[in-house]
């Protein structure tokens, strides 16, 4: 999920950021900080994201399958890298990646078990 991604979905439900905290349970400035892209929201928020776009009509694939999401992402940043480097980092970009999509899957598992 991408920092204008919180933004856009704030904005659909027409809320301020103090109104859209308080609903994810956090603080403005964690808030304002995912906005700005100096932090990352972890699953969890990025799960109760996703659960208060659905439920208020916000569609977007991005919202309906954060792992899938977050898949994207990140194998949009190991493209960039790939292409940044030499062809004998490709492989060891590869490893990171797999490595990557396995913790990430790992760790929704593990939070959707609670629900």
Same mark, same amino acid.
């Given at each position: 999920?991408?920092?204008?991604?919180?933004?856009?979905?704030?904005?659909?439900?027409? @809320?301020?950021?103090?109104?859209?905290?308080?609903?994810?349970?956090?603080?403005?400035?964690?808030?304002?900080?995912? =906005? #700005?892209?100096?932090?990352?929201?972890? *699953?969890?928020? *990025?799960?109760?994201?996703?659960?208060?776009?659905?439920?208020?009509?916000?569609?977007?694939?991005?919202?309906?399958?954060?792992? =899938?999401?977050?898949?994207?992402?990140?194998?949009?940043?190991? #493209?960039?890298?790939?292409? =940044?480097?030499?062809? @004998?980092?490709?492989?060891?970009?590869?490893?990171?990646?797999?490595?990557?999509?396995?913790? *990430?899957?790992?760790?929704?598992?593990?939070?959707?078990?609670?629900?």
């Amino acid at each position: 999920m991408k920092p204008g991604d919180i933004k856009e979905v704030r904005l659909f439900l027409n @809320m301020s950021q103090p109104e859209f905290a308080k609903e994810l349970n956090i603080t403005g400035r964690t808030l304002l900080n995912y =906005e #700005k892209d100096k932090t990352s929201p972890t *699953i969890e928020t *990025i799960q109760r994201i996703k659960e208060l776009a659905k439920k208020h009509g916000f569609n977007d694939n991005r919202m309906v399958n954060p792992i =899938e999401g977050l898949k994207s992402e990140l194998l949009e940043l190991f #493209k960039q890298k790939k292409n =940044e480097s030499n062809s @004998m980092i490709t492989d060891e970009v590869s490893s990171v990646y797999r490595l990557c999509i396995n913790i *990430i899957e790992s760790d929704v598992k593990r939070i959707m078990q609670k629900y």
